[in-house]
């Protein structure tokens, strides 16, 4: 890489849990492969991004881990995310399915390992057994769950106390404040996925406007709204360097109390993916009586936490 190509320093802005210091903004590798993948994730390293998400079932850890080698990154800057699905967690000795993914990565440890889904096939105290013992192993650093509901969240909590993140969907119009409430005062860092419902988020008019206001693009706008709210991170997808630069700013500009008041009258409990093994999702059923009230999601105090 030549001397202009060298990575920037990282954005100085986390959110803390069980010892992990998660970037308030990551790159979501699903759906990239191969060069392509790699390719995005090592121009993600260069120009500041460090945290990084990935899955078994992505197919791209091997991408993943090949640009995480060829970037010139110190390792231990970047935080790496990966997550297991409940038949391949629960299958083999207890590491097993960890130590599958850190081949492919070719990493000797992650910074977070998760349970892809709650399911039925997701045994719950053998599922966090397995949880303690990555941790436990030093394999992962920290480890939580993906797509859990409050109820599921709390019964593995009472098993793993360690439990640090929750990868839920969430975006302006899936704003779960329930839940979000749950995980703050459970200490436990809500990692939002599909941060803009895929440009479903951008578009609704009152986002447009405060665009265009602040001379920021609509997607900045639906994803800045995520990084000014206590305990929450966000995991935005990209399939250019343009969108890639493009997201990362939104670390660079503020939204400020009023307009966060009125992003929160758009949600409407829309939930963008599903899987016919996904939990039933009581907190969806947001009352209508509390759509819309303004100052539900306090803006953070500092953004750094
Ligand atoms: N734990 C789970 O079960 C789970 C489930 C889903 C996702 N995830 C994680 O969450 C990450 C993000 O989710 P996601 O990629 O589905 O959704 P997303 O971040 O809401 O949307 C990403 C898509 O939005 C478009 N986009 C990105 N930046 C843009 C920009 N600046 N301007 C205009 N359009 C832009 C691109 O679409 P085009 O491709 O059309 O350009 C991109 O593929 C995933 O990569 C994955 O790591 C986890």
Not at 142 to 162: D, K, Q, T, Y
Not at 274 to 297: C, I, K, L, N, T
Request: glycine share 6%; hydrophobic share 45%.
């Amino acid at each position: 890489m030549p001397a202009d190509r060298a990575p920037r320093e990282p954005r100085a802005r986390f959110a803390h849990a069980h010892g992990v210091r998660l970037p308030l903004l990551g790159y979501g590798t699903s759906r990239r492969r191969g060069d392509a993948c790699r390719l995005l994730v090592e121009e993600a390293l260069r120009i500041g991004y460090r945290l990084i998400d990935t899955a078994e079932v992505y197919d791209n850890e091997a991408a993943v881990g090949r640009a995480i080698a060829a970037s010139r990154v110190p390792r231990g800057e970047i935080v790496l995310c990966t997550k297991a699905h409940p038949q391949r967690l629960l299958a083999g000795a207890p590491t097993e399915a960890l130590e599958r993914s850190l081949e492919r990565l070719r990493a000797p440890f992650v910074d977070l390992f998760l349970m892809h889904w709650p399911c039925a096939l997701a045994d719950l105290p053998r599922a966090m057994e397995r949880l303690a013992a990555a941790r436990e192993s030093g394999l992962a650093r920290a480890v939580g769950l993906a797509n859990a509901p409050a109820s599921f969240l709390s019964a593995a909590r009472s098993r793993l106390p360690e439990i640090a993140v929750d990868q839920v969907e969430r975006h302006l119009l899936l704003q779960q404040p329930r839940l979000v409430a749950t995980l703050r005062r459970s200490g436990v860092i809500l990692m939002a996925y599909r941060p803009t419902a895929r440009g479903a988020a951008a578009a609704p008019e009152p986002v447009r406007t405060l665009a265009r206001t602040l001379g920021q693009s609509a997607h900045q706008i639906a994803l800045r709204w995520h990084l000014e709210q206590r305990g929450v991170v966000a995991i935005a997808g990209a399939s250019s360097v343009e969108q890639l630069r493009e997201n990362l700013a939104s670390l660079d500009f503020a939204l400020g109390a009023a307009a966060m008041a009125s992003l929160a009258t758009l949600d409407e409990g829309r939930r963008t993916l599903s899987r016919d093994y996904a939990p039933d999702w009581p907190e969806d059923r947001v009352p209508p009586q509390a759509r819309g009230v303004r100052g539900r999601h306090e803006p953070s105090a500092s953004p750094k936490e």
